[in-house]
């Protein structure tokens, strides 16, 4: 789905920027070659990249052998 009308940037690139080490916005739109122009898309943009840092995070606990990934260890 596109998240960013200005730069035509979709959930997939904010996923495929994060695999590229993206962690912050900025980095996100970087990674497309593009800034955000009207800004009415960082809000959304910053909720896919959270929820794809979440994911990436869950995938490296498996990986370790961690139950639940990183964020079940710790404390509610």
């Known amino acids: 789905m ?7 940037l979709t ?6 920027a994060v695999n590229q080490g ?3 916005p900025k980095e996100v739109y970087a990674a497309k070659g593009c800034k955000a122009q009207c ?7 910053l ?3 959270r929820r794809a840092l979440r994911q990436a995070r869950e995938g490296q606990g498996a990986e370790l052998g ?8 710790l404390p509610a």
């Open 66 to 73: 961690l139950p639940g990934g990183v964020e079940n260890s």
């Open 22 to 24: 993206a962690t912050r």
């Open 39 to 45: 800004g009415n898309c960082v809000p959304g943009v």
């Open 2 to 8: 596109f998240v960013c009308s200005c730069n035509m």
């Open 47 to 49: 909720c896919l990249l």
């Open 11 to 16: 959930d997939t690139d904010v996923d495929m």
